[in-house]
């Protein structure tokens, strides 16, 4: 490999770790943040702020990204308001505000962070010549991203602090600095002026008219639905098993996450992508089943298989639409999956997890077995509905 290419191999893997550093060290210790400024109940809505703006805003920007200016700087502008917002509902969280201007100021961060995660998967791949090979690797630097996020909180008592809110903004502002160091490539020259259909994103839909890219889309919604209550109540699951630090062991899922990613060309090579992706949702069921007996040994070893059940179906189905959508379609397609898994997968997730959870909590403490049994059934379910669906046809081997 060329000292060129090494150059930006290492660019490419700067801006995942940063992006997703940023993202861990405001997600993770969210709960219990709010729990400790008396805003316990807002839990599921503010993480549900989060899936809302992923329906909203990353097709507009990804659309703007592929027709009106080149992705590089639609990302730096939007770090630049996200740390804005970010610093804004820190500060509305530390003064006491009211509830409702607490949930509007975080709804206005997720608005301005959720389109950054597809710009910048999109950015990445455009610069990729192998994709499956390539992309496990780069990815992982994203895990250590969200590790050290992890990492950081803990090492700075923030799990539970404003503190934390604060250095996620500060991060946001590192990854617009960090911009300027990517080339900037502009998008295609059109010739017809786009329609307002078009500049919102939405002809991106037409995308799910092939069998198979519809299945891989309603699955990855389906499933992101019982994931979503990962990090909502897990940690509260830490919390009155006696752990400390939460944020800290909730990265152990990392751990394995960073194995399957760097495993994935050698799975690819042998394994078919049907596969992978039931494989994925395998170790979901499992993740479930091993937090549904509610025992300090078990809820770690449930959080460890967490990576395996994210990298082994999200980061194919990442990989499956680059490769089997036109490059013009790059960011929208990409934006498309965001708004699928992030927005009405999540939206659905926290929201129905939220209601699980209270139908599952009592006077005397949750019951962990029901709760996480139930949503081991769903994964159970979204699994069959897979493996039955989906032909695995196309211009790729699948």
């Known amino acids: 490999m060329k000292t060129s290419r090494g150059l930006e191999y290492i660019e490419l893997a700067g801006l995942f770790f940063l992006q997703w550093m940023a993202l861990s060290i405001w997600l993770v210790p969210l709960s219990n943040v709010l729990e400790a400024h008396g805003l316990h109940a807002l839990r599921p809505y503010a993480f549900a702020t989060g899936a809302l703006a992923a329906i909203i805003s990353p097709l507009i920007f990804g659309a703007m990204a592929d027709r009106h200016f080149a992705p590089v700087r639609v990302l730096r502008w939007l770090a630049v308001a996200t740390a804005a917002a970010m610093a804004l509902a820190t500060f509305s969280i530390q003064q006491g505000c009211s509830a409702g201007t607490v949930l509007g100021l975080i709804q206005v961060y997720s608005l301005c962070a959720a389109p950054s995660s597809s710009i910048s998967t999109s950015i990445i791949f455009s610069r990729l010549q192998n994709p499956k090979r390539e992309f496990g690797p780069i990815r992982a630097t994203a895990t250590v991203g969200w590790m050290c996020g992890c990492w950081l909180v803990s090492a700075l008592a923030a799990d539970a602090s404003p503190l934390a809110g604060y250095a996620s ?166 934006a498309l999956f965001s708004l699928m898994t992030s927005g009405v997968g999540n939206l659905l997730g926290y929201l129905g997890t939220g209601w699980w959870f209270n139908h599952c909590t009592q006077t005397a403490g949750t019951r962990w077995p029901l709760f996480w049994g139930g949503l081991a059934a769903a994964v159970g379910g979204v699994m069959v509905y897979f493996v039955t669906a989906y032909r695995g046809r196309g211009p790729a081997k699948s």
């Open 169 to 334: 903004a500060a991060t946001w502002l590192g990854i617009a600095a960090f911009t300027f160091v990517l080339p900037s490539v502009p998008p295609p020259e059109t010739k017809t002026r786009p329609s307002w259909h078009e500049r919102l994103g939405w002809d991106a839909l037409v995308l799910l008219k092939n069998r198979d890219t519809r299945v891989v889309f309603l699955t990855a919604a389906l499933y992101s639905i019982p994931l979503a209550a990962f990090y909502p109540f897990t940690p509260a699951q830490l919390k009155q098993l006696g752990f400390q630090h939460a944020s800290a062991w909730m990265s152990l899922g990392q751990t394995t996450e960073i194995f399957a990613m760097l495993a994935l060309a050698g799975l690819f090579l042998r394994v078919r992508l049907k596969w992978i992706f039931a494989a994925g949702m395998g170790f979901g069921l499992l993740r479930s089943g091993l937090s549904a007996l509610d025992s300090r040994g078990w809820v770690l070893a449930g959080i460890t298989m967490h990576g395996l059940a994210y990298t082994l179906f999200f980061i194919p189905a990442q990989i499956y639409v680059d490769e089997r959508i036109d490059p013009a379609w790059r960011v929208r397609a990409q």
